[in-house]
Structure formats: C-alpha cells, structure tokens
C-alpha cells in the first residue's frame, strides 16, 4: 500500500477495559449496581503490559493508545495514590523501551466516583471548571516527558449520549437538557485541555465519533431528525475557540447509521450485515467520513483513531480491515492529509455493557495472534 512512512500505525485501548474498573470509579459502582458486566481485571493489561508492548512491536505496530485512569491516581478527592502513578510511569516507560509510542486519553467514559457521581462531574460548571484543569495539569507534569501525543477525551458527544440521554452509562440520566449542557461543557473541557497539554510538546489530537448519517426515509419529519443528529454529532465541537487548540482532528469509526422521523435509529446500508454490537459495519462509510473531514477542515490533518469490528468470525474481521485500509488508502493518493490508523483493539478486552462476549483484538486474551493480525501487520 502507499501510505508514507512517517504514516503512524497502533492501536488503541482503555483503563476501564483493558485493566478492569478502578474501585474507587463510576463504573465500578455501576457493576456492583448490576447495570454492568463485572470487569475484573480487564485482559490482564496492568500486569502483561510488558508482553503487549513486545507483542505490538514484534508485528510492526509502533504506537498505542491507553488512558490514564483518573480513579486510580486520585481515588479520592484531592488524594493521589503514588502507587498508581508509579505504574503507569512503569507502563509508560515499557512502552517506550519495546519502541512503541504512547498516546495518553485522560478522560475515556469512566471517571472517579467522587468527581462523576458526588460533584456533578462534567455536568456542574463549577466542578468542571476546577478539578478537570488541576487533574490534566497533573497528568501534563506527571507523564508529560513519556508521552508521544496527547487525547485528551475519548468521544465527547458519544459519552455524553449514553450517561445523560439514554441512561446506559454513569450516571444515569435521560435529560435532553443535561444531554445539551454536558455537550457543551465537555467540549470546552476538552479544548481546555489542548490547551494545557500542548505545553508539553506533544501534538494533542480531539476524538470524535463520526459516522455518515442518512435519513431513513424521505419524509420530513426523517429529513429534519438526521440532520439535528448531525449537527450535534459533526457539528457542535467546531467553532474555532473548540477546534483551534487541537494539533489534529481524530475520530472512531464503525458503523453509518439511518434516523426515523421518531428519532430512532438503524444499521446503514439496510441491507449491510449486521453484527453482535447491533450496527453494520460498513467500510465505505470510513472513506465518506475521511472526505468530509478533509471538505470541512482543510488545513487539519486526520487521525483515524479508532476502527474494528467486533465479532468472533475473523474472516469477516480481516475483510473488512482489508476494505478499511484500501479506503485510508485511497484517502491519502487523493490528498487527503491522514497521518495514521489505529486499530481497535490489540487484545480482546471488556466491552461495557457486553463484557468478554465480544471480541475485537488482533490477539485473543492469551495474547494468541488470529490471522487478521497479518492484514494489518507491518512486518
């Protein structure tokens, strides 16, 4: 494929998934709520990092995304746990030994029970406002010499959807008007956070969900509900006081989706297999996704920070990395300015609400590679 060199390949994976839920957390409250899955201790990530970062490099897979858990390093409210900082120091150093570059998200759905739950968390201005900037300018001293490239928060609009308007996720709510707030307060968080973290010399990348959205129909009432969709899901994190601190624009990709005139929501194509997360993944849509990031902002390289599948057939997997990766490519001889693909996951991990029944790795849990791993190889 012609992808330059300094293309950057990874892969990208969370705390909460990888090295199951922090006591002190939301979800782990969740979990022992029963709204959850238990998540045990992930894939074992938080002590076969070493192995993991051997395993990426040995395959050519030179970069990686984990998060920091903010419920591990400060598990209480104004308490840090210098254990925890100690290991993921040691996590961070590992990676750097074995050759593959860390990039950190600090904010990846789960948060500390204290801040999440007892404050208000991204909800409350005041809160927001103060222990979000105090606990990034920790994270940018703390790390800040070990790591390649900033994510400051993982899917805003998509966090914010099922904590506050569906209720699947801490802390529960279905408000439209907390939905709308908590919108907007986490993008201004997350730009703040650029802000703070480009003081370290890293590039500092915003992280979106993005999908095509249809109309499921050609009714009005269908008409108008997609595009309210799409101007919360493409729209709302642009204004150039949000976008302007970002070194990139990067994004998840797995599925487009059509919106009923009811607002609900079903696989895009109609006819698209679909798979056991309930979407169809579709990998024209990553090419129309790159196209129209590439319209809307010109002057912004791309990051495709997320793209996988999850399914227990993996020659439906190594399809449709095949099918995603031929679309990337394709991006980049039209000109299009896409500095890397990180795929997701590298080891089976926890899946919310579907626990270990849904597999996304290149690796099984016992770090046995499945053939797809040749697809995105680089050895």
Known sequence: MTFPDTFWWGTAASSNQCEGAAPASDWARWERTGRAPPSGDGNGFAHRYEEDFALLAEHGLPHHRLSIEWARIEPRQGERDGGAIEHYRRVLEAARAAGVQPWVCLHHFTLPGWFGDDLGGFLDDKAAGYWWPRHVDFVAETFGDLVFGWKPMNEPVAYALAGFLTGEFPPGRRDPDDFRSVVRNLHGA????????????????????????????????????????????????????????????????????????????????????????????????????????????????????????GTEDDDWRATYLRECLAEAEQAVEDGIDVRGFFHWTAVDNYEWLHGYNVPFGLFDRDRNPRASIEVFSRQ
């Not at 729209?235 to 059509?258: C, K, M, N, V």
């Not at 696989?267 to 993944?281: I, K, R, S």
């Open 190 to 309: 997350n730009a703040h956070a650029a802000r703070l973290l480009r003081g370290t010399g890293a590039p500092v990348a915003t992280i979106h969900n993005l999908s095509p959205i249809h109309a499921a129909d050609s009714s009005p009432e269908a008409r108008d509900r997609a595009a309210r969709v799409d101007e919360v899901m493409w729209r709302s994190w642009t204004a150039p006081e949000l976008l302007e601190p970002f070194d990139l624009i990067g994004f998840s990709y797995y599925s487009g989706f059509a919106v009923a005139g009811d607002g609900s929501f079903s696989p895009y194509p109609a006819d698209a297999e679909v798979g056991p997360m309930g979407y169809a993944p579709w990998s024209e849509g990553l090419g129309e996704v790159l196209r129209r990031l590439a319209e809307d902002h010109p002057s912004t390289p791309i990051l495709i920070d997320e793209c996988g599948i």
